[in-house]
Structure formats: C-alpha cells, structure tokens
C-alpha cells in the first residue's frame, strides 16, 4: 500500500501542484516497516479494504481534489443514482422534439381553421378515424349541428370538411403518440435505475403536465363550441383567446421542462465522461462562480421570461385575428400608435362603470394586442442585442459554451423579427404564420440552452463527479 501511495504522490502531476500551493511543502514517504510472517498475518487479518490517499494534515485547496482530503474508498453496496444515464437525456431531447412538432401541428391546424371539426372528445376510441362513407357522413352531421357549420362554412362540402377532419384528428393523434413515447420509456427508466431521484421526481410532474394537457385542449375546443359561451364573448364561432393562450403556455411549459432536464442530464454526462480531465472541469466551475458572473446571471431568467410572455401574447393575437389588421411596420395605420380611444375602447368593458376597461381592453382589443405584442416583441430584440454585445466583450468572463449560444440567440432573434413584420405585411398566409409560431419556441430554445449554459452543476452532481476523477486518478496510478 505504502509503494502504491508513494508512487501515487511522486508521478501523479495534478496532485503536486495542487499540494504544492497548499501548507504542506514537502511529501515524506515512510519507509517500509520489517516484520515477521505472524505480523503479516495478523495486520491481513485486521486490514479493511479502503486507504487512504492524502495524509489527513494536508490542507488541499483545489475545487476539483478537496474531496480526496483524508478519503477512504470502501467497498460498498450501490447507492441510489446520482446522475441519469445519457439515454434519459436522448429521450427527453426527442420528446423535445416530438412536443416541437406538435407545437406547429397545433399552429397549422388554427391556421387552416380545423380545430372545431370534431365536436367530441373521446380519449380511446377517437383515435381511430372514420373507415367507410357511413361513418364520415356521421361525422359531417355532427359538424353541421355547431355554430361554426351554421355561422361561417355552411357552403362546404365532405371532401372539404375531410380535410379540416383529418388535420384535428392528426393534432390529436400526434398528442397520444406523444404520451405513449414520454410515458413507457419513463417506466422503464426508472424501473432500471438509469434515472436519478431529482429526475424521476420531475419526470412524474411532466406527465401529469402532459395529461392536463389533453384535458385544457379540449376545453379550448369546447369555447368555440358552446353558443352561450360565443354569445357572452360576443364573437363569432372560434375559441377563445384566453384558453389558447392556456394551451400554448401548457405546450411550451412542458416543452421547456423536458428539454432543460434533457440538457442537464447530457451535460452532467460529459462532465462525467471526462472525469480523467479534472482541468476543465475545474475551469468551468471557477468561470460559473466568478462573482462578477454571478452578479448578471440572473438576467437570464428576464431574457427567458421575457420571451415565454412574448410567444403568449402571440397567442393571444392569433386568439383575436389581430394580426388581420394594421398590416404595416412600424407604424400602425397613420401613427406609430394608434389613438388612446382607439386603444382603450369603451366597447370592451362590460360593467356599467367600465372598472373593467383597461385590462379588457388588454386582453381583448385585437388593436391594443397587437400594439403589447409589438413591444414585447422589440423589448427582446434588444434586450438580445444587449446580451450578445456584452458577451462579446468579456468574453474571457463566459464558458465558450455560453458565447456559442449567445451567437445563436441573436441570430434566432434576427430571424424571428423578420418573420413577424413579413406575416404581419403579407396578412398571414400560413406557411409564414407557421414559421413565425416555430420561430417563437425556436427563439425560446435558444434562450433556455444560454441560461443553462450559465447554471452552475447540482452539488450532488460534482461530489459525484469529483470522486470519479479520484478513482481516475488512483486508476492511472
């Protein structure tokens, strides 16, 4: 063990100079002890299966060894994991993808004006369209029975009502398949113990975030439904903005909660994987806890958020048709913003002493929509621009990940920008309308991979890791 130990200290360049900057300015080995064959016998006897790999007295300073101080590794049961196996990050990043698509899915089918083809909710059965004429004349008889049929499309046809069919029925499909893919291989993640505690605890909450979401979409669904509820909004057969905004937020929120995950576990992963290169780890750990970095990363969170009321209140301008009107950039109409009657209308308010006019009109003047989506929309443009810029001169202060993706963001934010004033220009046609709405979760992509690139590892996450650059070391020793 002693000749294992001095050759530990005398060849392993890492741990002398990181002894050479602590108290302790020389390393003294013991020379080997003499005894006889009982003595051996009886120290094998006594011995423990664990040694010790810094004397105790060493006052070691470095991040990345401090753990090694006075340790013993001891043979053990397993204990509960503490870092998810890399395929869990793979299956969260193609969730991911999978809640993306459904996200523009969802965006085709409000823009082709599908949502209210069919009329019933039926979570098992509804998965299996109509088969035969019989049953798709059933199902256009449902549809004439709903104000949509009667108020605007009473001049279709079944081939036409077909079509709006098949694109609710595959939004809805898209969203069980998505359930089978998130639910199933969760089960058998955590079965097999590939899924750390904290994981599987947020994994349960995304599935119960992932049923609700069947149930708001059908809510949404029945608001364009339900004559009463048409006639106390006074509007014509569509849903309501308030209940899409809700399921749009619900979307991104699940997506947003499943890719961060996903980037936590595959970045903890590489740390891990390269645990025989304590130097970078312990760059990396040093530029996150830079106090001058500290002090603005919580301006992440603003960017973020930000960007998720930006996306929402596009929502609320789909709900409303308000990108249909003052279709030109930057000015609205005349002016670059219309008159206070013009945006604070007294035909919104509904109470006789208009204590309700302003937020109505918030929330339900397509002009005053707009006009809060426009400056939401600028507010984070600059507040991008911002960001990039001062990435770019201090750049030695940010992780080259976080530069990267500073990059990126501005890049997404230039781009999102552009498709929103062409939407805007061109009245919406839908493959615009559709890549504006990808653009916004896109943009929001982007934003969440910046602020994860400026999180600071779980500390359970670098104990762990640490003790695996410990044994790489003894390994290499």
């Known amino acids: 063990m002693l000749c294992r130990t001095g050759f530990f200290f005398t060849k392993n360049a890492v741990v002398l100079n990181t002894l050479a900057q602590s108290k302790v300015s020389r390393l003294s080995?013991?020379?080997?002890?003499?005894f006889s064959l009982s003595q051996m016998f009886s120290r094998i006897t006594r011995s423990t299966r664990s040694y010790s790999t810094i004397p105790a007295n060493a006052n070691v300073q470095s991040p990345i060894l401090n753990s090694v101080k006075a340790s013993t590794i001891s043979v053990s049961k397993p204990g509960p994991t503490v870092i998810s196996h890399k395929y869990v990050g793979y299956w969260l990043l193609a969730t991911s993808g999978l809640v993306f698509g459904i996200v523009v899915l969802g965006g085709l089918t409000r823009l082709t004006e599908s949502g209210l083809s069919i009329t019933e909710w039926k979570p098992i059965t509804g998965a299996i369209p109509p088969m035969n004429q019989k049953e798709w004349e059933e199902?256009?008889?449902?549809?004439?029975?709903?104000?949509?049929?009667q108020q605007l499309n009473s001049h279709i046809t079944l081939e036409e009502f077909k079509f709006i069919f098949k694109m609710e029925w595959a939004h809805r499909l898209m969203g069980r398949a998505i359930g089978m893919f998130f639910v199933l291989p969760a089960l058998y993640f955590w079965k097999s113990g590939k899924m750390s505690t904290h994981v599987s605890k947020r994994v349960l909450g995304l599935t119960g975030l992932l049923g609700l979401q069947g149930a708001i979409g059908w809510w949404m669904v029945k608001s364009g439904l339900d004559e009463e509820s048409l006639a106390e909004r006074k509007s014509k057969p569509t849903v309501?903005?308030?209940?899409?905004?809700?399921?749009?937020?619900?979307?991104?929120l699940l997506y947003l909660g499943v890719l961060s995950t996903g980037f936590e576990i595959l970045t903890e992963n590489k740390w891990l994987k390269n645990a025989n290169k304590p130097e970078m780890f312990q760059n990396i750990i040093e530029k996150l806890n830079n106090p001058a970095l500290r002090k603005i990363a919580p301006f992440r969170f603003a960017l973020l958020g930000l960007a998720f009321a930006t996306a929402m209140s596009g929502g609320m301008v789909a709900g409303l048709d308000a990108g249909l009107i003052y279709n030109t950039f930057p000015h609205m109409g005349d002016d670059i913003v219309p008159s206070v009657n013009e945006l604070m209308s007294p035909v919104y308010a509904r109470k006789a002493d208009q204590s309700d006019l302003w937020w109505r009109n918030l929330l339900e003047n397509p002009t005053t929509v707009q006009l809060v989506h426009?400056?939401?929309?600028?507010?984070?443009?600059?507040?991008?621009?911002?960001?990039?810029?001062?990435?770019?001169?201090?750049?030695?202060?940010?992780?080259?990940?976080?530069?990267?993706?500073?990059?990126?963001?501005?890049?997404?934010?230039?781009?999102q920008v552009a498709l929103g004033i062409t939407t805007l220009i061109y009245l919406v046609p839908i493959p615009l309308g559709s890549a504006h709405q990808a653009g916004a979760l896109a943009l929001l992509t982007g934003c969440l991979a910046f602020s994860a690139?400026?999180?600071k590892p779980r500390?359970?996450?670098v104990s762990y890791i640490n003790q695996a650059m410990k044994n790489q070391l003894l390994k290499k020793n």
Request: hydrophobic content about 45%; glycine content about 4%; overall charge positive.
């Open 139 to 149: 199902e256009f008889d449902k549809y004439k029975s709903s104000p949509e049929f």
């Open 459 to 461: 500390p359970a996450a």
């Open 453 to 455: 690139s400026l999180r």
């Open 374 to 415: 426009r400056i939401l929309a600028t507010t984070v443009f600059f507040t991008v621009a911002g960001t990039y810029l001062f990435c770019s001169r201090n750049k030695a202060m940010f992780p080259k990940a976080t530069l990267k993706r500073a990059h990126g963001i501005m890049g997404l934010v230039t781009l």
């Open 240 to 252: 309501s903005q308030y209940r899409l905004t809700t399921h749009l937020a619900a979307a991104f």
């Open 29 to 34: 080995i013991a020379p080997r002890a003499k």
